[in-house]
């Protein structure tokens, strides 16, 4: 790989890589070539343009210039020649002059984006997008985020789950559900795997993560809803309440920001202007009520007529804590039973109230979590209250009606917290291949 050469003493050597830049003087051709590990400065020094009958190797030469010359941004090949290290290099410090050249694999001429393409233009080229280093630098945090938050998880001895995609219901509400052409009937896509990570608690699993994707047929385009999203979810017995499922969010969390923070925090400096900042714990607990009664104090009243906050009260309410607690992260708890699902408990001393939190990182929701409701009496009557049919949720409802213990877990949309840590303008820019009501393509 590229990055090997500085440490390899002068001499014979081999890479491959994607032409980045060629330039073609008189009498020497320079070539940058990238691959996924860095950039290296090529060499062509005895460049021959016609044939000279003097040198015999200029049937070698003459058609090398020639093809360095027609190399195209993107091209693809494969050089042999000699590691030189010199300081005057800029490029890290070492060049390779070449003695065969191979192009693998041509690329068109027409580049069909550039680094200040709209991200439209770069979605539809999006292999091409992602050739930029800082775009692979997304997904290799993303890659060390995932090994953290697994290593907290394997430490506990939680087992990881895959569940299905296809549904019988709805997993969350009839809104924003997909519905498909299921043989002679209808399936649906998941929305979450909230039922069957219940489940894993009925068939007494313990502690369960899943990392996979939720479908929801949102219409809207924000800049944090995608219509397939990452979700990291996970569930877990023994709970005395959602103090718990929070506590266990606040180590995952803290977990996945300092592993990025340790591997790529300087990297992230360089490439995003980003510092990653490693929260302390325990982040700020404020209950919904009174947070909407602070920033109407600071002059700010949610336009809803419904219980919830609103984006704009989030980032208000996320200012505050940043103010007042110095935390990047806000929970905020006690939500309305009118604005949650039927499965989050309710408090036993304010049944209007949920056993719930969301979790605000940098002023947007990143995450639900709740203690769900375990006593099939009570699970029904906040079914039937929803309007929900008991019918269609009976093979869920079964798994209340034969021992299950008091438990509760979160979702977290994965590609919402890499856009807020890299402070990214919209979850399409960290998104692998985003998925919207206009975008199925790549
Ligand atoms: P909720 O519906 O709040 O909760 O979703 C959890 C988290 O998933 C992310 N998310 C999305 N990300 C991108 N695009 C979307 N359209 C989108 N919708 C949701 C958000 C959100 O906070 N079953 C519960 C979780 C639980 O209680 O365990 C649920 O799905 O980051």
Same mark, same amino acid.
């Given at each position: 790989m590229i990055k090997d050469l500085a440490a390899r003493e002068d001499g014979p050597v081999r890479v491959s890589g994607w032409v980045e830049r060629v330039r073609d003087q008189r009498y020497v051709q320079f070539v940058v070539l990238r691959d996924e590990s860095g950039a290296v400065q090529l060499v062509n020094g005895g460049v021959l343009r016609e044939p000279d &009958?003097?040198? &015999?190797?200029s049937d070698v030469l003459v058609p090398r210039t020639r093809t360095i010359s027609e190399l195209t941004h993107g091209t693809f090949i494969t050089v042999e020649g000699e590691l030189q290290h010199n300081e005057r290099v800029k490029l890290g410090g070492v060049e390779i002059q070449i003695e065969q050249l191979e192009v693998v694999t041509r690329a068109l001429p027409d580049n069909p984006i550039a680094t200040d393409s709209g991200i439209d233009a770069r979605l539809d080229w999006r292999f091409l997008d992602l050739r930029r280093p800082e775009q692979q630098l997304v997904f290799r945090v993303q890659t060390t985020f995932l090994h953290a938050l697994r290593q907290v998880w394997v430490e506990r001895g939680f087992i990881e789950i895959q569940t299905p995609k296809l549904m019988a219901s709805a997993s969350e509400s009839r809104a924003e559900l997909f519905e498909v052409e299921y043989f002679e009937g209808r399936a649906f896509l998941a929305q979450s795997p909230q039922f069957f990570k219940q489940m894993a608690q009925a068939a007494g699993f313990g502690g369960i993560f899943e990392v996979g994707p939720a479908f929801r047929a949102d219409p809207s385009f924000t800049s944090r809803h995608a219509t397939e999203f990452t979700s990291i979810d996970t569930e877990l017995s023994w709970i005395d309440s959602h103090e718990d499922v929070m506590e266990l969010h606040e180590e995952l969390i803290v977990a996945g920001l300092s592993a990025v923070k340790e591997k790529h925090g300087d990297e992230l400096q360089r490439l995003f202007g980003v510092e990653v900042e490693v929260p302390s714990r325990p982040f700020p607990r404020i209950p919904l009520a009174e947070a909407k009664e602070i920033v109407k104090a600071e002059g700010y009243e949610v336009p809803r007529a419904d219980a919830d906050m609103d984006p704009e009260g989030e980032r208000r309410i996320a200012a505050h804590a940043k103010k007042k607690y110095g935390s990047d992260f806000v929970f905020l708890t006690d939500y309305d039973a009118s604005i949650r699902p039927f499965y989050h408990m309710r408090d036993a001393e304010n049944p209007q109230l949920t056993k719930s939190y969301d979790l605000i990182y940098r002023g947007t929701e990143i995450s639900t979590g709740a203690q769900r409701e375990h006593r099939i009496d009570m699970l029904e009557a906040q079914a039937v209250e929803k309007g929900m049919d008991p019918k269609e949720l009976d093979f869920y409802l079964d798994f209340f009606r034969y021992g299950v213990p008091p438990h509760g877990g979160f979702g977290m949309g994965l590609n919402r917290v890499l856009m807020l840590m890299l402070q990214q303008s919209s979850i399409r820019e960290v998104t692998y291949l985003f998925r919207g009501p206009n975008r199925l393509l790549p």
């Open positions: &009958p003097e040198n &015999p190797r």
